[in-house]
């Protein structure tokens, strides 16, 4: 066996106790590694800073670096997270549906564990600690392989949390990170199929898509993120700079920040000026279409690559479209399903829109940024799910879970 078959296999082995685990132990293992995580602060933020340096040596862009980097806030942010998906119901254990046959006997549909996760993510060491906890709570063993960018990070924050199941009775295995970050062990365990029951990726469409063609394990495709924002002409110009901004500006590392602006040619003169006044506090790259390019003279021509482009920085694709049907035709063949806005004060234009839009969220005057596990209330997320089957949108503890049927008999046989 290699070394990360025999890891794999000690994860394997932890699954089975945790998930047996009662609901009281998890939640005692998710506050203690809330309390572990503040009690070692710095610990954690001393292995970021080696990483954030080894970062810039080498070159990283200041959009990777910002999914990178950890500090006071973001660790309370973490930690609040975890408290989050303690205070949740546990979803393991319940009863779904129950059914009494002709014969007499009781079927009822129950939720159990998946069993074992593995998550391939990039550089968001915050994604350890995420990951790590809904799959504790949803009753599965995880076994974690971050980028080489955040190992130290990652590895501090493993560390911790794998003292803090052992502190209330869990094997340490439960959380488990791959020791080694080259491109060979993403490929290994993509197939490690004796172990594994479902493999997540987190990042950018590269790595989504070298697993998701590679993959034996099965797999639930997530993260990729152009979101468009269309301004209907009906809209308040005003309000849509603002949903605009906040879309694009306040975090555009995400996989929810929007990269493309869709305006209506009847507002196109008026907004897209205002829109530019806005943008501008962050100095954001524009490029746009002839017809954006004769009101801003500033944008760059956009290419046919442009519109498939997930930029994760300050860049914005802009495009002026006739109407509602243009708009969808141009999300529809440039989405990548994950988060859409379209922003109108005109009802029947935006039921339309949310009702024809094939996103795993649609928003009315709202920006994508809320395509998020904690602003929906799921505490924490393990990724945002871009496929239909089985889950969709920001992954909770219910989709980490899957049912198996329990059926009670009094010595029925089959005729």
């Not at 495709?221 to 605009?244: F, N, P």
Request: charged share 20%.
């Amino acid at each position: 066996m290699t070394a990360l078959e025999i890891q794999a296999a000690a994860v394997r082995e932890a699954s089975r106790t945790l998930a047996l685990a009662s609901t009281e132990t998890k939640n005692a293992a998710l506050e203690a590694v809330a309390q572990a995580l503040l009690l070692r602060e710095e610990e954690v933020l001393a292995a970021n800073a080696a990483d954030l340096t080894a970062g810039l040596e080498n070159g990283l862009k200041d959009a990777f670096l910002d999914r990178l980097a950890l500090d006071h806030g973001r660790i309370l942010g973490i930690v609040d997270g975890v408290r989050q998906v303690a205070a949740l119901p546990d979803p393991i254990g319940a009863v779904l549906k129950t059914v009494t046959r002709p014969n007499g006997l009781v079927i009822e549909k129950r939720r159990v564990p998946l069993g074992v996760a593995g998550i391939i993510y990039e550089a968001r060491p915050n994604v350890t600690v995420d990951a790590a906890v809904l799959c504790l709570k949803a009753g599965n063993a995880v076994l974690l392989r971050g980028g080489k960018e955040a190992f130290r990070s990652n590895q501090a924050l493993a560390n911790i949390m794998r003292d803090a199941l052992t502190g209330v009775g869990l094997p340490a295995d439960c959380v488990a990170l791959v020791q080694d970050t080259n491109r060979e062990s993403a490929s290994e365990m993509m197939n490690l199929t004796a172990y594994l029951d479902v493999l997540i990726p987190r990042g950018g469409a590269g790595l989504i898509r070298a697993v998701t063609q590679n993959a034996h394990v099965p797999v639930i495709r997530t993260g990729e993120g152009v979101c468009h924002i269309y301004v209907h002409k009906e809209a308040d110009l005003d309000m849509a700079a603002d949903i605009l901004y906040n879309a694009k500006c306040s975090r555009p590392s995400v996989c929810n920040a929007a990269e493309t602006l869709l305006v209506d040619r009847a507002v196109a003169k008026d907004f897209l000026p205002l829109a530019v006044e806005k943008l501008g506090a962050k100095s954001v790259k524009l490029y746009g279409c002839p017809e954006t390019c004769v009101i801003l003279p500033q944008a760059l021509p956009a290419s046919a690559e442009t519109w498939d482009t997930e930029y994760n920085d300050y860049i914005l694709s802009v495009k002026v479209v006739g109407g509602p049907a243009e708009a969808l035709a141009h999300i529809a063949l440039h989405g990548t399903g994950h988060s859409e806005a379209i922003v109108t004060g005109e009802e029947r234009t935006a039921v339309d829109f949310l009702n024809a839009v094939d996103a795993a969220a649609v928003y009315w005057n709202a920006s994508t940024r809320f395509t998020d596990g904690y602003e929906f209330g799921l505490g924490a997320e393990i990724g945002i799910s871009t496929q239909k089957l089985h889950a969709r949108g920001p992954m909770g503890l219910e989709e980490l879970t899957s049912s198996k049927y329990v059926v009670y008999g009094q010595g029925q046989v089959r005729e």
